[in-house]
């Protein structure tokens, strides 16, 4: 079990130093002088050739992405070219929000998308089964900022139940902070609950199929325990596989999300970045969120052996 | 004597009730490319603007209403389909024959194997948006350079679908014929491999156009995809978003229309899986 905890922690080495060359070589892969990008428009030549002696941009590559590498790993994602503030403290300050959207999106998905899906493949074929397949691929099909803007106009500007945009501290009251919380959370968890339900139908549909169930329900296992702990539990590893893999998709969500809600956290600081040409901010959090995404599957492949005890580790 | 022959449905008619996701899938897509190819004859100007005619509500005018400068709507949602489809359509076409070809050598070449699955593992881990955000802000906003940091996140999929292929085929008996008859490396990944790669390909491709679709329109909403002065459903919304309260239509017809064409390529993409192959399971 240590050994393979160990392993796993060490291929997480080779993907982030793949990132890491990606991010790095996006400044030097663009056509021109990374110094001039930098110093933006309208910079003197003085200007240009003082940041890159700065930023070191005249010593040899390799060296550039060891000073690089070794800085971002110790956490050092370099200073926005706009406010002159470390990228770290600033993701710092944006994390809370970001962090509360993804963390009650992943609620209300998983639990929606569970219970559709153990339900389609127990009444499988009926109504409710297909009713829930469409929901599937109309949810995949249709993108966070459209659902987004249909529930603002119905529930917030219509109805009046919930408020248009923007995000409240949780130190303001739970309440308050979670009022501002529902309607982003179901745009971005539409397509996730799109994707957990399918395969949870399937996982499922599988388990169902399995002699260790009819005999549960030969000896008198009651309906719900029936599905719940002999079903489910053994359907749970392809559903936590796809909770994992489908991170990617949470997260280039949560970076539109942010801007439909006028939502303070990391994907507004990206976008806030681009029309400003931030790179730093930029490259930065694509380390973090690439970290985040590979950290999440790591747990998960390590959580298998919890799961399913069949599985070994070797 | 006679025989009583029960009426056969046609073949055309079996296919729509077998397949009726195909059928709805691909129609809808014909229609909005009609649309997109001959939108100069169905629509009017999509960039003049009227100033007197703004924020007019959907009318016989102008059928699905004005935007706040007075730009038809209509037009401009027949007109955005244009980006969508190209961008759909290249992102599919470029991601499938470079994930191929880089997928075909992973797979029959040990050697090759390990770096390039490490590669693809780390283009997997960075968020395809973000991606995208970064090329676009490097590079300057341009159709083409939408299309390729659209593809780039991509490509792993394929590669990844079209080594498993490979590896579950390499060592199969028509593939040993053929390698000890003497055929060059070349023509046996072409003739004897890729074959066997064309089915979930297919599939794969549709899945792909439909992501392609939906990140180009999020790239065109955040303002850092196809140039603004090009319309496209994605930048339509950011553009309207000030008006959702007055003028939801201004949001709602190119939102609703962007979903049609994404479900249209997804049904499309279910029901050619269940009629190639029902044994692959949909890609992330």
Avoid at chain 1, 254 to 261: A, G, K, L, Q, Y
Avoid at chain 2, 6 to 35: M, N, Q
Wanted: net charge positive.
């Amino acid at each position: 079990m240590l050994s393979y905890v160990l392993r796993r922690l060490l291929g997480v080495i080779p993907v982030m130093l793949v990132v890491g060359i990606f991010v790095f070589s996006l400044l030097h892969l663009a056509p021109g002088d990374p110094a001039a990008i930098i110093a933006g428009d309208n910079a003197t030549p003085d200007n240009i050739a003082r940041i890159r002696t700065n930023l070191g941009l005249d010593r040899p590559l390799l060296e550039q992405f060891a000073s690089w590498s070794w800085a971002t790993v110790r956490g050092d994602l370099g200073v926005s070219m706009y406010s002159g503030i470390p990228v770290t403290t600033l993701v710092q300050q944006r994390m809370g929000p970001t962090f509360s959207l993804a963390i009650t999106t992943l609620i209300v998905a998983v639990s929606i998308a569970v219970t559709l899906g153990v339900l389609a493949a127990w009444k499988a074929g009926s109504l409710l089964d297909r009713a829930v397949m469409g929901l599937a691929v109309t949810g995949f099909s249709v993108p966070v900022f459209v659902v987004g803007y249909i529930m603002v106009y119905y529930v917030s500007l219509q109805w009046r139940w919930l408020p248009v945009q923007g995000y409240k501290p949780i130190a303001d009251g739970v309440g308050l902070w979670l009022s501002h919380l529902v309607l982003p959370s179901f745009a971005l968890g539409l397509a996730y609950v799109a994707l957990i339900a399918r395969i949870t139908r399937a996982s499922m549909l599988e388990v169902l199929a399995e002699d260790y169930i009819r005999t549960a329900s030969a000896k008198g296992v009651s309906t719900m325990p029936m599905l719940l702990r002999h079903a489910l539990r053994n359907a749970a590893v392809p559903i936590v596989t796809v909770i994992g893999i489908g991170v990617a998709l949470l997260i280039s969500g949560v970076v539109i999300t942010e801007s439909v809600f006028n939502i303070p956290g990391i994907g507004r600081l990206v976008v806030d970045a681009i029309s400003r040409r931030d790179y730093p901010i930029i490259q930065g959090s694509m380390i973090i969120f690439a970290a985040v995404y590979v950290l999440i599957n790591l747990a998960i492949d390590i959580s298998y052996g919890f799961l399913d005890p069949r599985i070994r580790y070797n | 004597m006679e025989l009583i022959t029960p009426a056969r449905p046609s073949a055309t008619a079996d296919f729509i009730r077998r397949h009726p996701t195909i059928v709805i899938g691909a129609l809808l897509l014909i229609l909005i490319t009609l649309a997109a190819v001959f939108a100069p004859w169905i629509a009017r100007d999509p960039i003049t603007f009227e100033p007197i005619n703004r924020l007019k509500s959907p009318s016989a005018a102008f059928w699905l209403g004005t935007d706040a400068l007075g730009r038809d709507v209509f037009a401009r949602m027949v007109y955005g389909a244009r980006i969508s489809l190209i961008v759909g359509l290249a992102v599919a076409l470029i991601a499938i024959v470079s994930g191929s070809v880089i997928g075909l050598l992973a797979g029959y070449f040990n050697a090759f194997d390990a770096i390039v699955m490490r590669l693809m593992d780390g283009i997997m881990a960075i968020p395809s948006i973000l991606l995208a955000i970064a090329l676009v802000a490097l590079l300057g906003s341009s159709v083409s350079v939408v299309i390729i940091a659209i593809s780039i996140p991509e490509v792993p999929r394929v590669t990844r679908l079209v080594r498993a292929v490979v590896l579950s085929v390499r060592d199969l008996p028509f593939v040993e014929a053929a390698r000890s008859n003497g055929t060059r490396i070349g023509k046996l990944l072409r003739r004897h491999i890729l074959p066997s790669t064309v089915a979930p390909l297919i599939v794969q491709a549709t899945y792909i156009c439909a992501s392609a679709i939906l990140t180009e329109a999020g790239l065109s909403f955040l303002g850092a995809g196809t140039p603004p002065e090009i319309p496209t459903w994605g930048n339509m919304i950011a553009g309207n978003r000030l008006y959702l309260q007055i003028a939801p239509w201004t949001i709602f017809a190119p939102g609703i229309c962007l979903a049609l064409v994404v479900l249209a390529v997804n049904l499309l993409g279910d029901g050619l899986r269940d009629r190639l192959d029902p044994r692959i399971s949909r890609g992330i």
